[in-house]
Every structure is written in structure tokens, then in C-alpha cells.
């Protein structure tokens, strides 16, 4: 078979090797997309060896499949991907293979399609704008409409590889304060020394106008990049501003975005400078020429992806793609996580800090406001205690405006039978159901967990008796609100109204709107200038799981959310309702206590990450007695697997919500410690874990997550 070489081909699967496959003699390099057949189906798959040897499968060469067909209309892979899904397995644990899939998630559609769709648009923008020229009856509105069709006409054609590198620069962003250009200066040297700095500034302390000079300088130097954020809904402001600035390059993209529109991205990477805007897992798009990665917000726990496979941190990821370009890495946030300041004292990152708002407003105080204590000397209204009303009446009288964050949506979250006292519990997940109004005002339950949906009779399935809801969710808390302030507009925001969400966000923003209620999204990423009382309420909820980062992400959403008020100039006034007014958490953001070198400590001292790396192994099985046998099985293969020196485990135990979905839920905890043995370590997990499944044949599932928040 002399007109015959042989490859292999990675298949989007949870697949450990990479099956060899012949295709005739003709040109085929490694990134190079493929339709072969596997276990009787076919899959588009990618060449990651181009040169194999015929013993590799084996198998006999006349058993080798050919390929069906090379995709030629399918861009090539480029070898910084591969590297990066090989890297991001390694690290998480997967295959390369799930990691291939997440990066491009097959659709039906291909890139003719979206091409040729693209041009249709282009082509109907350019009709539309000659038929304005022709009726336009001003001469200035003429010029403006043919300088926009110039602009248009000339953006298809100029870019070849390399794009417009070297055209002149775009709108520059302001002039940068002394503390900026410090920090700034600071940031290149960093950079120099070739290592991520992460950029610590409370919010509003012009973090952003940092980023964006930084991005200025890479696209001038004609190279690209990638500004991730932890989510795009609540970056709408962001987004303005970085349009502002770059309105060529700008490229918003998130996790949500369709197969053509990623396709249409990719075709835009490829043949122009580029920003992008992006949720984490725009690190896997097809970059080239990278020379920054800025990952604002580095602390958001929605930076990592619980499910599925890969289960990755897209902060990591975006270190590991910025070091297989030699590009430069800056975080930024107000709170670092305490993976990063870890970091920093071990000399992996460097830190700068910001230590100043840009428009000197001081912090904002703070009020602890003790619900038990207040109830008791009927203090309370609802959910709301009267200091805080109070508080909220002199704000509206000072036309400022009010946001209240409650982490829970629904109209409440629990619904008790009077008669029997059983509480409603989703006959699929071990959770409360929660009740939500319709927009309609029909009433229905929700199962949170698995999304389930039913009506709400207000009677007790068990015992016929009534139903009565218990607490107050974010509806509840809007209802409430437009009682006691029927003059004040006000409006929610949380996941059940997401259509909503940009029009409500762009009224708080121009002072339409006076209370916004919402759930952790109030918190986010906003800049609203008027804002001068934040509150939270029954903000326990935000605490007491059993998990132990709970504290720190409370600890980062309250600092958070103060510094979304009093950003100009003004003192704003945080109010925290609370029924354990006492607890730890409440003290650091009074400043008084524990910060995150207390925690840091604190982590040192248990052996927990930072100082240690976690890996969850999570079982999931339908049948209970079968799934707390095997966790136990597997606990006793692990344990006599010949980890290290200084692991430890915990486990099986059950999560906070044991069942979900029909399915038992187990977990097994391995604590690794960090040191050389680290990767061997890893790789023993991972053995012992593949070598159950294969002795046991368990049916169950079993999932591995490194890093888990
Ligand atoms: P952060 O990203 O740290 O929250 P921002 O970059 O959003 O801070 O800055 C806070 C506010 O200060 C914004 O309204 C921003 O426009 C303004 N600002 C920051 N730096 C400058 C500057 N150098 N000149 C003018 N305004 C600035
Ligand atoms: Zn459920």
C-alpha cells in the first residue's frame, strides 16, 4: 500500500488514544479536519499526526479504516489549539478529546454557509446605505452616509492575514492618573519579566482604563487580544466602553453563542486585528498572534465550569493560552481570589496595586442590621427591618437611587402544608420547590435543580390540606418594596426576567428607575453613578454551606457590591441584614477581622487549597444502596493506590443536595499536596479511577473536577 500513509485522528469523545486511519497519499497536514467512521458512527475529527506508522493501530494495515472524507471546506486546526486542549486535559484531567468538543461544538451548519450569509448582509448594508445617499436630501447627511459605505466597502476587501496591523490607532481611551500611570509602568515591567500581574484595585479605581491602554499598545504592536469576562449580561457596560475604543476590533463573544456566530467569529480572527470580549470559553476559539489576556474579575466563580467535561477555570485556561503565545497575562480585581495572591507570594505572579478610586470616593459605611434582634422589638416589616426603610425614604427624598441584592428568585423559596407541616420537596431532587409568579399571576412551583415545572393549586398533595409559602425571594421582596414606596419606580432584576435585563440595566443607569431589586447580578460589574444605598438582605444565605470557600465567595460578592455604591465623589451607606450578625465574614468587611491573609492563613493551617490541590470525584447513580457501596469500593481502591506522602482524603459523603435529577450523589475528596510528586499524583487518580470503572463495570457515573469552586 505505497500510495497509502496513515494518521491519527483525535475524535470529540472521552476517548484515551487517538485511533489511526489511512487516507491516499496526498496532502494532509495535522489540523486538518476529517469524517471517519469510529465504533459504527461517524464524527468530524482532527489530524493530530500526519506520518503514523502502520504498526501504530495495532492491527493489520488491511484493517486500518480509510477516512471517509478530508474536510477541506473546515479550517485547519492550528497547532496552538491542540496544544492548549492538550494542556487543558492534562491539567483537568479529560481528554483532549472533550476538549475538542467544547471547542467546537459541531452544528450543521459550515462555514460556506455563514460565509456566504455574512456577504449577503454586507452586500444588503451597502444597497441600503446607496439607497439613503440617493434620497438624502442634506448635503452633510449625504457625506455621512458615503463616508459610511466607504468605510464599509474598503473593510471587506483590505484584510489579508495580519489584518490592518499598522493603520493608524483608534480613539484613545483618557489620560491615565499618576496612580495609573504607576501601576501601568509597574504592569509592563511585570510583563517584561515575562510573568501574569494581577492588578489589585478596589472598584473604581480605574482598573478598566488600565486594560484598555495595555489592549491599545498590543493591537498597535499588531498583535491581538482576549479580554475575558466572567459573564456577558452583566458586562453590558463594559462593552459600551470598549466599543467606545475599539469599535474595529471589538469581537463580543460568550458561551451562549450559536455555531454560526462562532464560525463568523472565527472568520473575523482570522483576517482582522482583534479584541475579544468573551465568557471563558472564548479561550478556545481560534486565536492567532495573541498579545494580551486580560481576565477582569479573576475571583468569579463562574469563570469555571462544573458540567460537563472539560470542567476547566477559564482564568487557567487563559494562562495557559497566553504562555503558548508568549503573550502577556494581567488579572484585575477588587478581591483576589486566594489562588492568585497564593501565587503572588510564590513569585508566580507579581502584584500591583490601585489602592484609590479614581474619582476618591471613600469606601461606603457599612450597617449590620441584626433581623432576630429586630423582629423581637418589632422592628421588622416583612423583609424589610424599619432602619432600613428609613434608609431607603431618605435616599429616595435625595433622589438617589437604592439596589437590594437577595440571593434567592421565586416568590418564596419554600412552601409548608398547615395541616400536615410537610414541606414541598421536587419528587426528582432532594430540594425545597420554590413558588414563582407568572407574569400572568398564575402561580407555579420550580424545582431549581432540575428546571421541572408544575402548578401551584395551593393544596397539599399528601393530606389535601392548605398550602402556605414561606420566606421571601426576589418577587416577594418587589412586592413588599412597591407597598412601602408606592411613588418610588421600581424594577427586578434576576434569571426569571432575562429579557428584561438589558433595558432595566440602561434605566438604573440613566436614573429611571429608583429600587432595583435583584438577586447576585445587582452586584455585578456595574457603574452607575446615582447609586448611593446598597442592602442585602437575609445575606445568611450567602453563608453557612458547608463548603469550605463558601466564606471567601461571601466575603468577594459583599465587597463587591459596596463598591458598586458611592463611586462619585459622594459616601455611600451598605446596609447587611442578618440574623447572625456576629458571623466572621460580616467583621471583615467591617474591616475589623479576618482578610484574605486571615483566610490564607486559615487554608494553610487545614491543608486546603491554596496550599493544596483538590480533585472531586463526583459518583452519580439512580440506585441508592448500589451507588453508596461503590464510593466506598473506590474509596478503598484509592486509598491503596500509593498516593503521596501528605494526601488525604475525604469521603464518600453526600453534597449539600444529595439527590438531583432521579440521581444519588456522591463525593470523594482527594487532597493533593503541591509538590513534585503533584503530577504523579494526578496521574494515579486518574488510573485507579479508570481502572475501577473498567474492573467494576459500574453503571453508575463517575466524574472527576479539579480545582472544583
Ligand atoms: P474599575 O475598573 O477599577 O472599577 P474604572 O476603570 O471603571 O474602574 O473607573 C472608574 C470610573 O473612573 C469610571 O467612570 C471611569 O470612566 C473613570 N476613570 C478611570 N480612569 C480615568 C481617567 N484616567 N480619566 C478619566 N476618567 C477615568
Ligand atoms: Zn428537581
Not at 90 to 101: D, I
Not at 225 to 234: G, K, S
Request: hydrophobic share 35%; net charge neutral; proline share 5%.
Amino acid at each position: 500500500m505505497a500510495d497509502s500513509s496513515y494518521i491519527h485522528v483525535l475524535l470529540p469523545l472521552k476517548l484515551k488514544w487517538e485511533p489511526v486511519y489511512s487516507v491516499p497519499s496526498c496532502s494532509i497536514a495535522v489540523g486538518d479536519r476529517v469524517r471517519v467512521e469510529f465504533a459504527g458512527k461517524e464524527y468530524v475529527g482532527v489530524v493530530t499526526d500526519s506520518d503514523a506508522s502502520e504498526d501504530a493501530a495495532g492491527i493489520g494495515p488491511d484493517r486500518i479504516k480509510p477516512v471517509l472524507e478530508i474536510l477541506t471546506r473546515l479550517n485547519r486546526i492550528s497547532k496552538e489549539e491542540l496544544e492548549l486542549w492538550r494542556q487543558v486535559s492534562e491539567y483537568y484531567l479529560c481528554t483532549a478529546g472533550e476538549v475538542y468538543k467544547a471547542a467546537y461544538p459541531m452544528g450543521k451548519i459550515e462555514e460556506e454557509q455563514v460565509k456566504a450569509r455574512l456577504e449577503e448582509r454586507h452586500k444588503a448594508r451597502i444597497e441600503r446605505l446607496e439607497d439613503k445617499i440617493a434620497k438624502a436630501r442634506r448635503e452633510d447627511t449625504r457625506a455621512r452616509y458615503v463616508e459610511q459605505l466607504n468605510a464599509l466597502m474598503s473593510r471587506r476587501q483590505a484584510p489579508g492575514p495580519g489584518g490592518a496591523a499598522g493603520e493608524t490607532s483608534g480613539p484613545q481611551g483618557p489620560e491615565l492618573s499618576p496612580a495609573q500611570t504607576e501601576a501601568y509602568s509597574r504592569i509592563k515591567d511585570i510583563f517584561g519579566n515575562g510573568r501574569p500581574a494581577l492588578l489589585h484595585g478596589v472598584t473604581g479605581s480605574g482598573k478598566t482604563e488600565v486594560y484598555m491602554k495595555l489592549a491599545r499598545e498590543a493591537l498597535d504592536n499588531g498583535r491581538n487580544v482576549l479580554f475575558l469576562v466572567p459573564e456577558i449580561a452583566l458586562s453590558r457596560q463594559l462593552e459600551e466602553r470598549t466599543r467606545a475604543v475599539f469599535p474595529e476590533e471589538l469581537q463580543v463573544f460568550h458561551s451562549a453563542e450559536t455555531v454560526p456566530r462562532r464560525i463568523e467569529t472565527s472568520i473575523f480572527m482570522r483576517s482582522n486585528p482583534y479584541l475579544i470580549l468573551g465568557t471563558r470559553s472564548s479561550v478556545f476559539l481560534p486565536h492567532r498572534d495573541l498579545g494580551l489576556v486580560i481576565v477582569d474579575e479573576e475571583q468569579d466563580p463562574s469563570y469555571k465550569q462544573d458540567n460537563p467535561s472539560p470542567r476547566y477555570n477559564g482564568r487557567e485556561a487563559a494562562i495557559m493560552l497566553a504562555g503558548i503565545f508568549r503573550a502577556s497575562v494581567i488579572l484585575g480585581s477588587a478581591t483576589p481570589s486566594l489562588e492568585s495572591l497564593y501565587n503572588c507570594s510564590a513569585g508566580r505572579f507579581a502584584k500591583v496595586d490601585l489602592t484609590r478610586r479614581f474619582f476618591d470616593a471613600a469606601d461606603a459605611d457599612v450597617e449590620i442590621i441584626d433581623t432576630i434582634a429586630e423582629r423581637k422589638k418589632n422592628g421588622m416589616v416583612g423583609s424589610f427591618s424599619r432602619k432600613l426603610i428609613e434608609h431607603i425614604g431618605g435616599t429616595l427624598e435625595a433622589g438617589g437611587q437604592t439596589a437590594i441584592l437577595r440571593e434567592r428568585r421565586s416568590y418564596s423559596p419554600v412552601v409548608q402544608c398547615q395541616e400536615c407541616g410537610s414541606i414541598l420537596k421536587c419528587d426528582r431532587c432532594d430540594v425545597a420547590l420554590s413558588l414563582h409568579h407568572r407574569p400572568d399571576g398564575s402561580e407555579k412551583l420550580v424545582c431549581h435543580y432540575c428546571g421541572r415545572v408544575r402548578e401551584y393549586t395551593g393544596r397539599c398533595p399528601k393530606c389535601g390540606g392548605n398550602l402556605q409559602p414561606l420566606g421571601a425571594g426576589t418577587q416577594k421582596i418587589e412586592e413588599e418594596a412597591r407597598k412601602l414606596f408606592p411613588e418610588a419606580r421600581i424594577a427586578r432584576l434576576d434569571s426569571d426576567n432575562h429579557s428584561a435585563e438589558a433595558g432595566i440595566i440602561k434605566q438604573f443607569e440613566t436614573g429611571q428607575i429608583d429600587i432595583l431589586i435583584g438577586t447576585r447580578m445587582v452586584a455585578k460589574g456595574f457603574d452607575f453613578s446615582g447609586l448611593s444605598l446598597v442592602a442585602v438582605l437575609q445575606a445568611d444565605s450567602l453563608l453557612g454551606q458547608q463548603d469550605f470557600r463558601a466564606d471567601e465567595h461571601a466575603l468577594q460578592l459583599l465587597e463587591q457590591f459596596r463598591g458598586r455604591c458611592g463611586r462619585r465623589a459622594e459616601k455611600g451607606l451598605f446596609v447587611i441584614q442578618t440574623s447572625q450578625p456576629d458571623h466572621p465574614v460580616y467583621s471583615s468587611v467591617l474591616g475589623a477581622s479576618q482578610d484574605s491573609a486571615g483566610f490564607l492563613k486559615e487554608r494553610k493551617l487545614f491543608g486546603y487549597p491554596p496550599y493544596s490541590r483538590v480533585i472531586n470525584i463526583i459518583l452519580r447513580d439512580y440506585n441508592l444502596q448500589r451507588l453508596e457501596l461503590m464510593s466506598r469500593f473506590l474509596s478503598e481502591a484509592l486509598s491503596r493506590s500509593g498516593l503521596s506522602e501528605g494526601s488525604s482524603m475525604a469521603g464518600p459523603y453526600p453534597p449539600a443536595v444529595e439527590k438531583v435529577a432521579r440521581e444519588h450523589i456522591r463525593i470523594l475528596r482527594v487532597l493533593l499536596p503541591k509538590d513534585r510528586n503533584l503530577k504523579s499524583n494526578k496521574r494515579i487518580v486518574l488510573e485507579t479511577l479508570e481502572r475501577f470503572e473498567k474492573d467494576r463495570k459500574y453503571p453508575g457515573h463517575i466524574s472527576l473536577d479539579v480545582d472544583p469552586v
